[in-house]
């Protein structure tokens, strides 16, 4: 059974940082590609980051560059999102996506319709 399990999510004052984990299992996590999103209430849900496989490529949306840093352990078949000076604009549930991975992975990295599968989110509140 396929599974992305996200964790890490809470309230966080503005500027502080939280770190969100993806765990995958029932597939070959190495051959995904992996894209976070947010969906604040009211709004679409939109691309936060990717990290590419194999060659690990990493995308951001412009409101995070800088603020937020993705990564990926192979080993522990899981992908972090470091999430620093966060705003209360950052408010959303957050979850995590795979795609196989092909040559062109990432040219549409903040496309959801490029996604295999989903996981179910964790919320993040920024409070001010």
């Known amino acids: 059974e396929v599974q992305l399990v996200e964790s890490g999510g809470g309230l966080v004052q503005a500027g502080g940082s939280l770190r969100l984990s993806c765990a995958a299992s029932g597939f070959t996590f190495d051959d995904y590609t992996i894209g976070w999103f947010r969906q604040a209430p009211g709004k679409e849900r939109e691309g936060v980051s990717c990290?590419?496989?194999?060659?690990?490529?990493?995308y951001y949306a412009d409101s995070v560059k800088g603020r937020f840093t993705i990564s990926r352990d192979n080993a522990k078949n899981t992908v972090y999102l470091q999430m620093n000076s966060l705003k209360p604009e950052d408010t959303a549930v957050y979850v995590c996506?795979?795609?196989?991975?092909?040559?062109?992975?990432?040219?549409?990295?903040?496309?959801?319709?490029?996604?295999?599968?989903w996981g179910q989110g964790t919320q993040v509140t920024v409070s001010s």
């Open positions: 996506a795979a795609e196989r991975a092909h040559p062109s992975s990432g040219s549409r990295w903040s496309d959801i319709k490029m996604y295999d599968y």
């Open positions: 990290i590419t496989s194999p060659d690990g490529r990493l």
